[in-house]
């Protein structure tokens, strides 16, 4: 009889048993010494980037255009640059241009060539007028003080194929 009066607290005490004991929190960690934070140090300014190549330098303000076998770069009414098939000879004029050599540089040529007046001329199966055709994307043209940095647009390779 005595296991009758405590069969209503039975499932009482499996519950009970189930509910996981609670441990008291963990005490937190010890405060560290209160030391103010490092000053930080001063970064300097990192300089500019510098132009490594002609590669790198912006390039000349303008567009090519084509029109009667003359190609030209510049900007409207502001030519710098023309390149022209005469005779089986291509003439690249770099308007305002001295006496002396020009510097042509592509990807995979560099070369000086004679200038008179600004005005070069090549032969229309020069290996350079290729190199300037198929250049990655741009070629310079130097000279006189002053440098002509030019998209390879397909004016240029118009023009090379006119006199070919």
């Given at each position: 009889?005595?296991?009758?009066?405590?069969?209503?607290?039975?499932?009482l005490?499996l519950i009970a048993?189930?509910v996981p004991?609670?441990?008291p929190?963990?005490p937190?960690?010890?405060a560290p010494d209160?030391?103010?934070?490092p000053?930080?140090v001063?970064?300097p300014?990192s300089?500019?980037?510098?132009q490594?190549?002609?590669e790198?330098?912006?390039q000349t303000?303008?567009d090519?255009?084509?029109a009667n076998g003359v190609?030209?770069?510049?900007?409207?009414?502001?030519?710098?640059?023309?390149m022209a098939?005469?005779?089986?000879?291509?003439?690249i004029?770099?308007?305002?241009g001295q006496t002396?050599?020009?510097?042509?540089?592509t990807?995979?040529a560099?070369?000086a060539?004679?200038?008179?007046?600004?005005?070069?001329?090549l032969?229309?199966?020069?290996?350079?007028?290729?190199?300037?055709?198929f250049?990655?994307?741009?070629?310079?043209?130097?000279?006189?003080g002053s440098?002509?940095?030019?998209?390879?647009?397909?004016?240029?390779?118009r023009?090379i194929?006119?006199?070919?």
């Amino acid at each position: 009889m005595r296991y009758i009066r405590f069969a209503p607290l039975a499932p009482l005490v499996l519950i009970a048993a189930c509910v996981p004991r609670s441990e008291p929190p963990a005490p937190p960690p010890p405060a560290p010494d209160q030391a103010p934070p490092p000053a930080p140090v001063p970064v300097p300014p990192s300089p500019a980037p510098s132009q490594a190549g002609w590669e790198d330098a912006p390039q000349t303000p303008g567009d090519w255009a084509y029109a009667n076998g003359v190609a030209t770069f510049g900007l409207p009414g502001q030519p710098r640059l023309t390149m022209a098939c005469t005779g089986g000879t291509v003439r690249i004029s770099v308007i305002g241009g001295q006496t002396g050599p020009l510097t042509v540089r592509t990807e995979t040529a560099t070369s000086a060539i004679q200038a008179t007046g600004g005005t070069a001329i090549l032969q229309a199966r020069d290996p350079l007028l290729d190199a300037m055709a198929f250049s990655k994307g741009r070629f310079a043209i130097e000279g006189g003080g002053s440098a002509l940095y030019v998209p390879a647009w397909p004016e240029v390779t118009r023009v090379i194929e006119d006199c070919r």
